[in-house]
T-cell receptor
Framework: EPEVTQTPSHQVTQMGQEVILRCVPI?????FYWYRQILGQKVEFLVS????????KSEIFDDQFSVERPDGSNFTLKIRSTKLEDSAMYFC????????????FGPGTRLTVT | AQSVTQLGSHVSVSEGALVLLRCNYS??????LFWYVQYPNQGLQLLLK??????LVKGINGFEAEFKKSETSFHLTKPSAHMSDAAEYFC???????????FGQGTRLTINP
């Protein structure tokens, strides 16, 4: 069964450094998403991406964040200058269409900022 | 704005007992509702979804949920708990016209032998 994959599974970085989290969505899916879950808190929406542009973003997704689909398979989340509060589990998801169809989630990347 | 409330951050049941995980939503327009399960060190896996068809929805692993508009609820049930059901369960809502999922805070289910 097709699945969303994410690399790395765990990333440790120092405050102020840039990180890139990578995701390979399911191949025939058109919509891509990033969510994050700070330890002990809710899963929160960050951004959705369709047709090579951001289609929706949350207030969390400020200028230090960016997303890109550099080729036909990868979908990346870049954090330009990491802060301690960026430490979280980051989930990538994809879906075939809008609304009705469920989002398929990857296993997550645990980001630790020291 | 839409929101989801899961009553009980931690639920503990005996093996073979009924599982009931509660979810209430707030939405001004008809929602799509989902239950996801997260096993340790894994991603979120869809259990079931409500998308305005039948109000009683059956999912994987013997789980089901009933959409009750009058109560704005979408509680998850399973008649007989199994040890392998121990996990974290998340209720989520997606509003028509929007793309994002809004999650509840999750309920950790523990199964006692």
């Amino acid at each position: 069964e097709p699945e969303v994959t994410q690399t790395p599974s765990h990333q440790v970085t120092q405050m102020g450094q840039e990180v890139i989290l990578r995701c390979v969505p399911i191949s025939n899916h058109l919509y891509f998403y990033w969510y994050r879950q700070i330890l002990g808190q809710k899963v929160e929406f960050l951004v959705s991406f369709y047709n090579n542009e951001i289609s929706e973003k949350s207030e969390i997704f400020d200028d230090q964040f960016s997303v890109e689909r550099p080729d036909g398979s990868n979908f990346t989340l870049k954090i330009r200058s990491t802060k301690l509060e960026d430490s979280a589990m980051y989930f990538c998801a994809s879906s075939e269409f809008r609304e009705q169809y469920e989002q398929y989630f990857g296993p997550g990347t645990r980001l630790t900022v020291t | 704005a839409q929101s989801v409330t899961q009553l009980g951050s931690h639920v503990s049941v005996s093996e073979g007992a009924l599982v009931l995980l509660r979810c209430n939503y707030s939405s001004s327009v008809p929602p799509y509702l989902f239950w996801y399960v997260q096993y340790p060190n894994q991603g979120l896996q869809l259990l079931l979804k409500y998308t305005s068809a039948a109000t009683l929805v059956k999912g994987i692993n013997g789980f089901e949920a009933e959409f009750k508009k009058s109560e704005t609820s979408f509680h998850l049930t399973k008649p007989s708990a199994h040890m392998s059901d121990a996990a974290e369960y998340f209720c989520a809502v997606r509003v028509q016209g929007a793309q994002k999922l809004v999650f509840g805070q999750g309920t950790r289910l523990t199964i006692n032998p």
